[in-house]
């Protein structure tokens, strides 16, 4: 496994689905039970633990991030969150049993793996992951049990998203691209701006645009390109055992969730061939 970057704060309420706006919302319609965003986030433990969560679309699209998140010891810590590994697949849901093939980019290489489980609608999420990469695997035995976050259920605004967004994102770094290649670690900021997007850090990294999922949901179809080329594990968030040609289109989805309401996070995950992207980032005033 490679060496965790020095990584990016987020605020002690990151991902608190009780405290900051989540659970459910029994005024809203899903297609689906498995619909919807999920995480074993809770804002309460005061110990460095596993961290999942899954956004699983109408349509059946599910991603997932998986990582480790460390909560703040004094008050002047803040939690800070690192992923290991973008998932990527097709969600399936019959009844109350659910099940999903996926590919997962942690590590040196992408990885086939799929998972089963249970889900009680806008409630919680049971998922079992069969995975080789030894990144899931690993931590709580590949068993994560999701709570449902309700922010799900506001329709996308692209006004309400519009702004500045400070990043904070973790990775994984390659120390001889780092060192020896004279390559610096990149954790970009992201501007919004209409349905327009633009992450750089000093210099332009991404571009993108975005447009609402859907009409009742808080998630967008992103799309992202590549404005330089990024060397292999030089960038937050950036899963790729291969440097990243300029112009190469990474397809997603961008969200928020019941962060800090103060902070107004923002995340994206996408992916192209055998790379994927994670950003994280709080919105400025």
């Known amino acids: 496994m490679k060496s965790i970057m020095t990584m990016a704060s987020v605020a002690a309420c990151f991902f608190?689905?009780?405290?900051?706006?989540?659970?459910s919302d029994s005024g809203s319609t899903l297609?689906?039970?498995?619909?919807?965003?999920?995480?074993?986030?809770?804002?309460?433990?005061?110990?460095?633990y596993n961290w999942m969560q899954a956004v699983i679309l109408s349509d059946g699209s599910y991603w997932g991030v998986v990582g480790q998140v460390t909560p703040p010891h004094t008050q002047n810590e803040v939690t800070t969150f690192a992923p290991f590994s973008v998932l990527h697949g097709t969600a399936s849901v019959d009844g109350n049993s659910i099940s999903g093939t996926y590919v997962?980019?942690?590590?040196?290489?992408?990885?086939?793996?799929?998972?089963?489980?249970?889900?009680?609608?806008?409630?919680?999420?049971?998922?079992?992951?069969?995975?080789?990469?030894?990144?899931?695997?690993?931590?709580?035995?590949?068993?994560?049990?999701?709570?449902?976050?309700?922010?799900?259920?506001?329709?996308?605004?692209?006004?309400?998203?519009?702004?500045?967004?400070?990043?904070?994102?973790?990775?994984?770094?390659?120390?001889?691209?780092?060192?020896?290649?004279?390559?610096?670690y990149m954790n970009p900021n992201l501007v919004v701006s209409g349905s327009n997007l633009t992450l750089a850090d000093g210099n332009v990294i991404m571009t993108g645009t975005i447009t609402p999922h859907g009409t009742t949901v808080n998630v967008f179809d992103v799309s992202l390109t590549t404005a330089t080329i990024i060397p292999a594990y030089s960038m937050a968030g950036l899963f790729s055992k291969n440097d990243i040609p300029a112009g190469t289109v990474y397809k997603g989805i961008l969200f928020q969730t019941s962060f800090d309401s103060q902070k107004n996070y923002i995340e994206i995950v996408a992916a192209i061939g055998d790379s994927a992207y994670f950003y994280i980032g709080s919105k400025q005033d």
């Not at 608190?16 to 659970?23: E, K, R």
């Not at 297609?31 to 460095?48: H, L, V, Y």
Request: with cysteine; net charge negative; glycine share 14%.
């Open 31 to 48: 297609s689906r039970a498995d619909e919807g965003i999920w995480s074993n986030f809770d804002g309460k433990s005061n110990t460095f």
């Open 16 to 23: 608190a689905l009780t405290a900051c706006g989540g659970g």
């Open 104 to 184: 997962d980019f942690g590590g040196t290489a992408s990885f086939a793996g799929d998972y089963s489980g249970t889900v009680s609608s806008k409630k919680s999420i049971d998922m079992i992951f069969n995975d080789p990469n030894n990144n899931i695997i690993s931590m709580e035995q590949g068993h994560f049990n999701l709570s449902y976050d309700g922010a799900y259920n506001r329709p996308a605004s692209l006004s309400a998203i519009a702004g500045n967004y400070l990043s904070a994102s973790g990775g994984y770094g390659n120390s001889k691209a780092l060192l020896d290649d004279g390559y610096y």
